[in-house]
């Protein structure tokens, strides 16, 4: 019997999430690894508290990638929005909490986890331990912290992270270098996908890695992150912090937004990133483009089952 093609996959917050819900149904094995540098909302406070990597990235990625009941997944992601030291939290940061403090770290709370949920493939966090992302902005000023960095009001110039010496989990080094295709997004440029790959070793690993790298685009600029970015624009912010050149493959909407839809996300000053197939072939890129998107509530999401058979794609090629 053939061995299921590996994929690695970085990212965190919502973009990796909706991926993985159509990429768990395809015959490959997946893992995912996860950015640790959360310090918002529930996450921050039980980083804080309790001193232990931030959860909550990690927990929608569990629940997206879970097989079990749906009444389960929506326990384990329920938030309290009563009680003074209950409300923001979800339950199923509080359980990852928990079960570290059982298993003695966070690593070993995840792996638990993942077998309470049946997870198809497997979760990684970037680290053991917590990071604090730090942006230095074009006006020279350092703003530190995931969550406060978009609110600065600047063009970011480059990130980095604390403490300089992380050491990544040899199993994620593992995974990179056996992988058949390396994904990397979607998600927050600055603040979701380069916080895994400056992670030392981590980044250094996927550049000299054999396996294709495919950089899944967002469909919408972030103010705060990307503000008048274009999608050449996002891969140059990864090659710059990797110091190289090393993605091989990206791949694009080219489905028109509807104006309504547009005109919402101005008033949140995003607008549809652009694109010059050109441009993006001049960096030695494969451009694939396609109508990947689709809209829940007048919020823009990747297809998942459509960006989830491109890659599959991909690695027939």
Known sequence: MNKKPKIAIFGGGTGLSVLLRGLKHKPVDITAIVTVADDGGSSGRLRDELQIPPPGDIRNVLAALSDVEPLVENLFQHRFNKGSDLTGHSLGNLILAAMTNITGDF???????????????????????????????????????????????????????TPEKIDPLPETIEVIRQADLIIIGPGS???????????????????????????????????????????????????????????????????DIPDEIKSKYAKELARPVEFNVEKLK????????????????????????????????????
């Open 107 to 161: 690593f070993h709370a995840v792996t638990e986890m993942s077998k309470v949920l049946n997870v198809r493939g497997r979760v990684l966090p970037a680290a053991n331990t917590s990071v604090v992302l730090h942006a230095e902005m074009e006006d020279g000023q350092v703003v530190s912290g995931e969550s406060t960095i978009p609110s600065y009001g600047q063009r970011i110039k480059r990130v980095f992270l």
């Open 189 to 255: 440029l600055y603040t979701s996908i380069l916080p895994n790959l400056l992670v030392p070793k981590i980044g250094e690993e996927v550049v000299k890695a054999a396996a294709k790298k495919v950089y899944i685009c967002n469909v919408m600029t972030q103010p705060g992150e990307t503000l008048q970015y274009s999608a050449a624009d996002h891969v140059k912010a990864l090659n710059d912090h990797m110091e190289q050149p090393f993605i091989d493959t990206i791949l694009i909407n080219n489905e």
């Open 282 to 317: 001049a960096m030695g890129l494969e451009v694939i483009r396609d109508q990947i998107i689709t809209y829940k509530n007048g919020v823009i999401r990747h297809d998942t089952h459509k960006v989830a058979s491109l890659l599959v794609d991909l690695l027939r090629d």
